[in-house]
């Protein structure tokens, strides 16, 4: 920082601010997270580095889980952005518009819009500074009217990476789904749940999707079919032996197999979900939201040779980010031909005052739905 | 039959007569099994038969659930053996002593020592006339002697099949264990625990086993340590999540690692095992003694892709009868390099009476240990 200090005294030029969300220890959103405000020296970049504007940074539970402590992937604490004590900036998803590049950079210019390429980067904040390897170009509205392609919003643009990266991966890297093949979910009304719907069809394989009982169901349901389930059943029916006769009718008749299953609740769901696979079936476990254990009967692992594994997004593309290039040119395709629609997400728009207010009431809102905070 | 016994009327001669133990309908031992005599004509052999006496023919768990119809692997009822009713043999491992072979057979004669190579063909019988495929030979103790090393006993000769069998597959066919390396297991004490015990340390692979908490502790944890065991901890201490702390640092202080577990016991006990493994992890289920379910915390399979799947051993070597035949060869070499000790089974000689009572009494007796029917 001494040569920046310096070189602002003897120039007096304006530096670019960036606001940043961080913690310095963990705890409650509310009680942790304060704004720190830094510069960013926009003339002299790093030869490598991509000066970028976020458009778009959503609130994830793992981005709260991480502040909370109890999320395995954490960002190493520094002091390089000026404070005086270890830390690091929150948020994982986002979007951003290049402001400048680096001398070296030349497959990113102005108005380019990128989204991170790993996980850790610190999305909440208005301005960064990022490595090109770090960064995944998408097009941008103008970019895609140039394709002749209708441009993405700001929504699915920036929530590419954590719902939809995880409901692809789930149904193309672990077991071979041919045309007709079915997978079964519970968390169907959920987001990855939505994904996972969608993507089944346009890849033209059929799905259960296991949802809760609730007053609107048959609205529930239809608004399900609509994105594509071939069957919607409650928890109920998932917990019930006899109804399976029927779910197996559905799969005998379609010629297929049931070898996924997606598990996203835990308990009885997850065994509900698992007793319903075919022999040597596998059931993903993504997510625990009934913050119950998997639990599985024996019987269906020895005699129906059901595996039972788990999903964290992070491990697969942490491990080899080729994939996640892959994946997020695919889902920008299918965006543009206009096969896949975005889960909702409410954006909340920061126009002035403590950047960090408005996390934390996004954080409160997210038990409503997934909040974005936006920029101008 | 209608030949046979137009053979039998014109030649007078004797056949062999076999004494068989079969059910007509599913039930409970006690009131299903029966003794059926039917008659082998050992001059009339098919081509590629072989006629064999049993020596001894193990009750088994699964011979048990096969009776009551709870197991998913059922042998075809059939009239073939001259009943007026579909029916089938009971019993699925023994050893068998070769008498005569038909004309197209030259690796088996008689005297020679032989199991079963495939499961369903029927153990609990006097005679048999199997097809050669379906056979494999072990060293008689002649055979033994000859080759300068000591013979098998009937009890190691006449128990390959089931639990030594299901401890080798399981250490070495899921995962890569390397010297220094670890497994975990409950149900330590059990046949099949003390097989893995005794063939990991072969292997040079270290091991926890997990054993119920009794009166002469001390005396069962010395005597599985005899056969290798690494370490022998109790269930209080498997699911006390303080205890851990000093798994690790076994696992540690060795420079190996904990990549695998066996669970036959289910419930709390396999969420222990589980929660040991290192990363990337697998639980093999292969049993459920304590009628729980397997039950896996969702931040195990999430963060730590810990992965459970069920070992059964019968899909295993039907698929592919060469690993059957491999690991029979390699469990005989350490039988008879003293490397390998069997586990306690009691030895019930049938000489006279009624055979299905033997096997009623001996299901009543297998409540205290492993039990033989053997032939004189």
New interface residues.
Partial sequence: MLRRQLFNKVSARTMITSHCVMIKEHGQPKDVLFTHEYEIDDDNLKEDSVLVKTLSSPINPSDINQIEGVY?SQPPKTQDLGTSFPTFVCGNEGLFEVVKVGSGVKDFQAGDWAVPLRVNMGTWRTYGEFSKEKLFKIPNPQQSKDQGKPPLNVVQASTLLVNPLSAYLMLNNFMKLEKNDWFIQNGGNSAVGKYATQIGKIMGVNSISVIRDRPNIDEVKQDLKGLGATQVITEEENNDREYSKQVKNWIKESGGNLKLGLNCV?GKSS?GVARKLQNDGLML????MSFQ????????????????????ST?IVEKDPSIKKKVLDQLVNWYQSGELKEAPAKENLFEAGDLCDMYKQGIIDAKSGKQLVTFK
Same sequence: chains 1, 2.
């Fill in positions: 395995p835990g065994t476990t993504y997510g625990g254990p998997v639990i599985l009967p024996t019987s269906i692992h020895l005699f129906k040779n059901i595996t039972s594994a788990g999903f964290w491990t």
